[in-house]
């Protein structure tokens, strides 16, 4: 390996760390990245000069003189995500920590026409009007339902927006900066800390239930693309009608679509009603949760990695996951406990967060 591409290797180390201990020092740096102090002085200093790393005051003292505690300068970059629904757009702005420092979900029914990316084009520009420095976004990501080839812009596949080998480009050319597109569930898993989530599964539970794992902190992608449609694996043998046109898909039983149906705007509607008293949905929601740990349990048997649950339904879950958990040993007779199980890090827009934080691990990168 050159020595430019070694320092900028420990370089991103060094700084994707910061970015995901909010309050560290140089000492800590080389003690948990196993790199020499010089070595950390070097680029953390460098990274000071730039305006990428603040000191923000000492950091807590084991004993002896209290170290500087530095962070990430969360203003320095910014990126745009999107989030593209048969329905709706969600927009969010989020800084160098990872952080969303506006979020914004406005109802726009996808089309075909060029006056849908006009659309688009204007919404965004608008949520973005108040920033000051917008010269400090790199770029606009947008996540998309349906099964992507990267290199040629184009969806191959979206039952959720009624697309096949539909090109992006005129969607792409609407922007005056760099955009990256990403499946709404990979880009929902890259929201996720994959230095802590190096292997494991994500569940999107939308109002259709996509899903995406990756391996040494790199996502999955299968030969043609559709590695995770865990939505389309059969539950049921001869079940409920799935919108891809088979029987008995986990994608009826378990997506959010599965609670609202036509009945409820949303899955909050429909908790907050169950918590109520409602003992029909109390009976609904428990056999969902049956279903749902059905389908941990076989990912689990299959792939035997981290379960992070997603999507709108994964928002809330976290209220319910002892019920959820009891019904998952129930099925698993292999693990004792189900700490393997947890639930997403974002509850809102997880998607649109994940195909921002693209452009900005590349900058990180190229510093």
Same mark, same amino acid.
């Given at each position: ?122 919404l965004t520009d608008e949520f973005l009007e108040d920033m000051k420095e917008p010269e400090r976004i790199l770029g606009i990501g947008i996540s998309i339902p349906g099964i992507l080839n990267q290199k040629e812009h184009l969806v191959v596949k979206s039952h959720a927006l009624g697309l096949e080998n539909y090109s992006l480009s005129f969607l792409e050319q609407a922007f005056s900066v760099p955009v990256f597109f990403e499946n709404d569930a990979n880009a929902a898993m890259l929201a996720e800390d994959l230095n802590t989530y190096k292997n *494991? +599964? ?12 990756? #391996?040494? =902190?790199?996502? &999955?992608? $299968? ?69 749902? *740990? +059905? ?12 379960? #992070?649950? =997603?999507?709108? &339904?994964? $928002? ?52």
């Amino acid at each position: 390996m050159a020595g430019a591409d070694k320092k900028n290797i420990t370089k991103a180390k060094i700084l994707q760390y910061i970015i995901n201990n909010q309050d560290t020092s140089k000492v800590e740096l080389s003690k948990k990245l196993n790199l020499s102090m010089p070595t950390v002085l070097s680029n953390v200093n460098d990274l000071i000069e730039k305006g990428i790393v603040l000191e923000t005051g000492e950091h807590a003292s084991t004993g002896g003189r209290k170290a500087k505690s530095i962070a990430i300068n969360p203003g320095y970059r910014y990126a745009v995500g999107l989030v593209i629904t048969a329905n709706h757009l969600g927009l969010v702005l989020i800084n160098m920590r990872n952080e969303i420092e506006k979020i914004e979900r406005v109802r726009l029914k996808f089309s075909q026409d060029m006056s849908y990316c006009a659309e688009v084009k204007k919404l965004t520009d608008e949520f973005l009007e108040d920033m000051k420095e917008p010269e400090r976004i790199l770029g606009i990501g947008i996540s998309i339902p349906g099964i992507l080839n990267q290199k040629e812009h184009l969806v191959v596949k979206s039952h959720a927006l009624g697309l096949e080998n539909y090109s992006l480009s005129f969607l792409e050319q609407a922007f005056s900066v760099p955009v990256f597109f990403e499946n709404d569930a990979n880009a929902a898993m890259l929201a996720e800390d994959l230095n802590t989530y190096k292997n *494991a +599964i994500y569940l999107s539970l939308n109002s259709t239930l996509g899903g995406a794992f990756c #391996i040494d =902190g790199k996502l &999955v992608n $299968g030969q043609n693309q559709k590695a995770g449609e865990f939505g389309h694996m059969i539950l049921v043998p001869g079940g409920r009608k799935c919108y891809c046109g088979k029987t008995g898909c986990a994608d009826a039983y378990c997506a959010a679509s599965a609670l609202t149906d036509e009945t409820f705007d949303n899955v909050q509607q429909f908790l907050n009603q169950m918590e109520q008293g409602d003992s029909k949905l109390r009976e609904q929601w428990d056999a969902y949760l049956d279903k749902l *740990a +059905i389908l941990i349990t076989n990912l689990r048997m299959a792939y035997d990695l981290d379960v #992070i649950l =997603g999507g709108e &339904v994964g $928002g809330y879950l976290e209220n319910y996951m002892l019920p959820l958990g009891e019904k998952v040993m129930h099925y698993n007779g292999f693990d004792r406990d189900v700490r393997y199980l947890s639930t997403c890090s974002y509850k809102k827009e997880a998607s649109a967060v994940g195909v921002a934080k693209h452009f900005l691990t590349e900058f990180i990168k190229t510093l």
